[in-house]
Structure formats: structure tokens, C-alpha cells
Antibody, heavy 121, light 109 residues
Framework: QVQLQESGPGLVKPSETLSLTCSVSGGSINSYSWNWIRQPPGKGLEWIGYISFTGSTNYNPSLKSRVTISIGTSKKQFSLHLTSVTAADTAVYYC???????????????WGQGTLVTVSS | SSELTQDPAVSVALGQTVRITCQGDSLRSYYASWYQQKPGQAPALVMYGKDNRPSGIPDRFSGSTSGNTASLTITGAQTEDEADYYCHSRDSSGNHLEVFGGGTKLTVL
């Protein structure tokens, strides 16, 4: 059974960098995309970006200038770095495994439980 | 287009059938996937592809697509189906982006 678990600080100061790690257990990090998705309190889901098992990345254009997603050397973790945060970045941050089938079916089949990150001084 | 549009709220009587819809140009090229989110929980995949249910999802959930509209139908809604539902698809711009709908809050009366 694949499990994902987010970890990182729950409080970040404005203008600083938000850094989170997603630990993957029960499966290989190969052959999938590894995504970060966030949800501001009381609002909907926003896709942040992904890193593929090959190391290629793609980011939401609205966040692209501030986001970096990387895979850890152990290949069992991937990370999110979001720079110059403001209160608008306060959200529950989820990591999720992305899959593709037939190049027409894209979906997220496993999700972490999420971690709330508050941006405040 | 990079937008998926959902009705903010839908209600259904217990045991009746409800359809939750999602509209967007990307759905002409890609199938939607659907996620159920209950308060305080992470989203969970309930439907993907043409009409594919992950293991453990009851068969009262079904999916369909017509033109630019994807639908998630619950036949015989139960109280435990009350939740927020989000659709998702790949963006059709060719830039390999992912997009979510704004979500539909389903109330079971």
C-alpha cells in the first residue's frame, strides 16, 4: 500500500521560503509524477506542480517564478520550495502521486494527509 | 482553456440520484478525474477515465463525458456521500499543466 506523508514547518514568516518534504513508502518513485497541491482554508484545490520520475518538472504558471520541486537522493522523498511567501500562501499543502493512462487519463491516485502551513509574522 | 467549471452546491434526497457536472474545453481532449473530500480529510480519487472506479469505491458512483462536460453520477445517494467533489483534468494548452474545478458541495437531505 503506497503511503505519502508531508513534513515541514507549520509556520513561515512573510518573505521567507516555505519548504516541505513528501516521504513515499510502499512503492517506487519510478514511473509516476509526484505532485504538490494546495488548498487555502475554506477554498478549492490548486495544483502547484510536479516532478516526474525522470526529474523533469512542470509548474503552475501563477507560481512558476517562486516554485521548485525536487527529488531527494534516496528517491523516496520529493520536496517543495516556495519562495517569497505571503499570507496568500497560507494553505493545506498535499503531496500526491500522479498517473497517466493512454495519454488521455490523468489522475492522482494516492494523497498525503496534508499539512497546514500558515504564513504569519 | 485552463478552466473547469462546477456548480458550487448541489443537494439530493437520500436514496435518489444526483449528477455533478464539470465543464471545460480540456474535457474534449482529456478525461476528467473526480475527488471526494470530506471535512478535515485529504481528497480521495473516486473516478477516472471513461468510467473507472478505484478499488473500494461503491458502484453507485459512475462517470461519463459528453463534449466539454464531464459528469459524476451517484445512483442512490447515501449520507456518507455528503462531501465536496472536485473534478480535474490535464490542461489542453499543450503545456502539461493540471487544473481543478472549483468544487461542488453535495448535501444529502
Amino acid at each position: 500500500q503506497v503511503q505519502l506523508q508531508e513534513s515541514g514547518p507549520g509556520l513561515v514568516k512573510p518573505s521567507e521560503t516555505l519548504s516541505l518534504t513528501c516521504s513515499v513508502s510502499g512503492g517506487s518513485i519510478n514511473s509516476y509524477s509526484w505532485n504538490w497541491i494546495r488548498q487555502p482554508p475554506g477554498k478549492g484545490l490548486e495544483w502547484i506542480g510536479y516532478i516526474s520520475f525522470t526529474g523533469s518538472t512542470n509548474y503552475n504558471p501563477s507560481l512558476k517564478s517562486r516554485v521548485t520541486i525536487s527529488i531527494g537522493t534516496s528517491k523516496k522523498q520529493f520536496s517543495l520550495h516556495l519562495t517569497s511567501v505571503t499570507a496568500a500562501d497560507t494553505a493545506v499543502y498535499y503531496c500526491a502521486r500522479g498517473r497517466v493512462s493512454d495519454f488521455t487519463k490523468y489522475y492522482f491516485d494516492y494523497w498525503g494527509q496534508g499539512t497546514l502551513v500558515t504564513v504569519s509574522s | 482553456s485552463s478552466e473547469l467549471t462546477q456548480d458550487p452546491a448541489v443537494s439530493v434526497a437520500l436514496g435518489q440520484t444526483v449528477r455533478i457536472t464539470c465543464q471545460g474545453d480540456s474535457l474534449r481532449s482529456y478525461y476528467a478525474s473526480w475527488y471526494q473530500q470530506k471535512p478535515g480529510q485529504a481528497p480521495a480519487l473516486v473516478m477516472y477515465g471513461k468510467d473507472n472506479r478505484p478499488s473500494g469505491i461503491p458502484d453507485r458512483f459512475s462517470g461519463s463525458t459528453s463534449g466539454n462536460t464531464a459528469s459524476l453520477t451517484i445512483t442512490g445517494a447515501q449520507t456518507e456521500d455528503e462531501a465536496d467533489y472536485y473534478c480535474h483534468s490535464r490542461d489542453s494548452s499543450g503545456n502539461h499543466l493540471e487544473v481543478f474545478g472549483g468544487g461542488t458541495k453535495l448535501t444529502v437531505l
